[in-house]
């Protein structure tokens, strides 16, 4: 049972324009949000998180949008470059006991054209 | 600046043999984890550390051990390996649980059970 879900496991975009990758999740006890970048070879490195008690968070060209209600968050990079091929995981963070849980999507890959 | 670092990179397992993976984090972190990433999938947590000296098990545990008998070093072992954990091994560790503390990733260990 997949509580985060990235439905399209892959994504190219021309550079300069939007990327948005999606995300969507089941447990609406998730109290944060984040998201990872990952190169080939490499492990996932932090990109930027957001809480759930807010619907939006902006660090320069990457910005997160929170839906609750839909239960959906997506990750917006503007403009796209072509170091921003990677692939981005959703991860949904949930409190088990000791310390918080990170909950994985399967990934996108995104692929920026120059 | 290493981070966190994993021990080793590639390796050839036959079943029934057992190894250790190494990881190493010079963060003066207090939680560490290991994940394993199979195609398809995102990454999963197997086991957790909050502390030197403690462990607890995470979503997919089985066939698996670790210990934390330093607060920078996390091992994971496998006393009898399977096909079924083939995977790519990813180390994590962070400060603190919580939206401002995210997981710091190694590069990951392939591992290939034959």
């Known amino acids: 049972d997949q509580q985060v879900k990235q439905n399209s496991p892959s994504l190219s975009v021309q550079e300069g324009r939007i990327s948005i990758l999606n995300c969507d999740y089941t447990?609406?006890?998730?109290?944060?949000f984040l998201w990872y970048k990952k190169y080939p070879a490499e492990g996932p490195t932090f990109l930027i998180s957001i809480s759930s008690i807010k619907d939006k968070n902006e660090d320069g060209r990457f910005t997160v949008f929170l839906n609750k209600s839909a239960k959906h968050l997506s990750l917006h990079i503007v403009p796209s470059q072509p170091g921003d091929s990677a692939v981005y995981f959703c991860?949904?963070?949930?409190?088990?006991?000791?310390?918080?849980?990170?909950?994985f999507g399967t990934g996108t890959l995104l692929a920026v054209q120059p | 600046n290493a981070g966190v670092t994993q021990t080793p990179k590639f390796r050839v397992l036959k079943t029934g043999q057992s190894m250790t993976l190494l990881c190493a984090q010079d963060m003066n972190h207090e939680y560490m984890y290991w994940y394993r990433q199979d195609p398809g999938m995102g990454l999963r947590l197997i086991h957790y550390s909050v502390g030197e000296g403690t462990t607890a098990k995470g979503e997919v545990p089985d066939g698996y051990n670790v210990s934390r008998l330093k607060k920078q070093n996390f091992l994971l072992g496998l006393e009898s390996a399977a096909p079924s954990q083939t995977s790519v091994y990813f180390c994590?560790?962070?400060?603190?649980?919580?939206?401002?503390?995210?997981?710091?990733f190694g590069d990951g260990t392939r591992l290939s059970i034959l």
């Open positions: 447990n609406s006890m998730f109290d944060y």
């Open positions: 994590a560790s962070s400060k603190r649980t919580g939206l401002n503390q995210p997981q710091h």
């Open positions: 991860a949904a963070s949930a409190y088990m006991g000791a310390t918080n849980k990170l909950i």
